[in-house]
């Protein structure tokens, strides 16, 4: 019995998002936040994204952090063959701004926080040169 309810919960959280991505809907995330991963580990999709965010990579400095968590939200995506579960975790992500960080600001933002505001990394002393990334 409890194998038929987890299957249940499974298809209609999945049914739920199907019927709410039809139509404009202000807390389509919220409906895309409860889509169950698989019936019989109770995961959700909030739990997969937020699981991503805590991969404590530079989390004093948030362009480097919101950077690496698109990066492991993507990363994540690539590893999901359900197209309804890969659309969920898009606008889960997306009303969260995970895909909102870009390359340039996070290793501006880093050498910023290593060498000052003023950007006098020029002379060779950085370790965060363009080559090496």
Known sequence: MKAE???????????NFILASTFPRDNLHEIAATVRFHPENGLTVMDLVEAR?????????????????GNQ???LLGEIE???LKQAVKVYAEHHGYFDGDRESAYKAI???????????????SSLDDEEF
């Open 111 to 125: 050498r910023e926080a290593s060498y000052g505001s003023d950007g006098d990394y020029s002379e060779g002393n």
């Open 73 to 75: 939200v993507r990363q």
């Open 82 to 84: 359900s197209p309804i």
């Open 5 to 15: 309810q987890n299957w249940k919960t499974y298809f209609e959280s999945h049914g």
């Open 53 to 69: 965010t805590k991969h404590n990579w530079n989390t004093m400095i948030y362009e480097a952090w919101i950077y690496e968590t």
